[in-house]
């Protein structure tokens, strides 16, 4: 698919005064040459580095090989590879031909994965299978300089709808550079330093790992780990002097939970942030003691780049429980069912407006988020400020599992498992769990006939449909669905009767 294709040939510096993406890689390329890039490490612990200079030329390639392919301006393309050194190359090669990267999860099963691309409908699919055959034709293609482009939209990133369906958010952003996308977070409070070494622990194809680029951009230094492991992280802290990176919970638990952790050498790290999830009290308060308050950011925001609050473990701590106030310019409404405002401790639905935000689309048919007249919108939160402007979140998305720092819509999971022939009625729910935060749990009403089916049974076939942060960790039989007249069901007095 082409979405809004702009022409080619745009000159640096054209649109706004900003810099298109790839034409900003040549210029890194030609201040910083011989410096290093982007390091990726794989899970054997080996490493391969790329130069600016041979970041800039091996973009280039790529760029003439997905050209080659049939990409083009506005064109989308599915990058369905895990984090290595060509998902780089691949997402900084379409932004040279002004093409717009979609990464997407590498293992989703056959089912899913053919709803994801049909939503995308891909000009071209970097995956296991064209992977070997893209890389070759790069390498045999020129390095030399391409002719300005500019790629309509930055990116888009996948997710999962409310109604089940697969959807892409599209960033409305052109990819244009400029120097305020690659400021750094903590810059808000106290100078930072660049370059920095910037540590990617997480998948890119999520919002926070992909963003990173954009640092890349400004000239940071990246090290992106292939697979997320807690203690091949602190190995690349200390080996890369890593100065900060971005984690969900489920990761700083498990790195907190290293039994060296206090004996490793964390003194390169400046500062550190905390996203996707509301952490706990007690494991933001272990990262304190490991950095301090002032080293750990936390912040509050979603793909489709409604807004963004942050705050500062000192903050925090004069806020417990808050997800911090508006940043970069981000205004925070709280409203009721009736659409009236709302003042300090009312709870309400959460409205953000910013001025960052150059908005958002959806493929695959998902409704827009709801807005007011002067362009607030809403992510369906609930929660509440308090009289100094900090936000506190009381709950997420109404139906929305947070499990591990991903978003899971029960009724994807549902519409997975409604297709076994032994179930008649299944509802997912979101359950506490220490490790994940919350859980996915299914609440089966089996088949009549099925009297034998067993928990692993459901497990094995949600396993065969969905990714695997998608599968239900636990399965609960019940001989009926408590559904209303109209079929609907009361998912939080459901979790409520389970204890959440």
Sequence with gaps: MSVGPIAAGVAPGQADGGIPFGTRLQQLAEQLGDERAVVTLAPDGSAHSLTFAELDARANQWGRALAAAGAEVGALVALAIPNCEHLVLAALGCWKIGAVPVPMRWDLPDWERSRVLKVIDPVVVLDDEHRSALASRAAQEPASPLPDALSPMVNGICSSGSTGLPKVILNLAQALWTPEHSVPFMAHWMPVPQPQTILVPGPMYHTNGFAPLNNLLGGDRLVVLEKFDAARVVDA?????????????????????LPDIRRRDLSSVA???????VIPPGLLRTWFELLSPEQVLMAYGMTENLGLTVLRGDEWLAHPGSVGRGF??????????????????????IYLRAPMSAGYSYLGGAPPLPSTPDGFRSAGDIGHVDVDGYLYIADRRADMIIT???????????????????????????????????????VVQPAPSAASLTEQQVIAYAKSRLAPYKVPKTVEFVEQIPRTAATKINRSAMVRERGG
Excluded: K, S
């Excluded at 890593?242 to 638990?253: E, I, Y």
């Excluded at 069912?337 to 300090?344: A, D, I, S, V």
């Design 328 to 349: 970069r310019g981000t205004e925070i409404r709280i409203l009721d069912e009736q659409g009236r405002e709302l003042g300090p401790g009312e709870q309400g639905e």
């Design 237 to 257: 802290i200390e080996r890369y002097r890593v100065t900060n990176f971005t984690a969900t919970p489920t990761m700083l638990a498990r790195i907190a939970a």
């Design 271 to 277: 500062w550190i942030l905390q996203g996707a999830a």
């Design 404 to 442: 591990g720092g991903a978003n899971v819509f029960p009724a994807e999971v549902e519409c997975a498992l409604a297709e076994h022939p032994d179930i008649d009625d299944v509802v997912v729910i979101g359950l506490p769990d220490p490790d994940w935060g919350r859980r996915v749990h299914a």
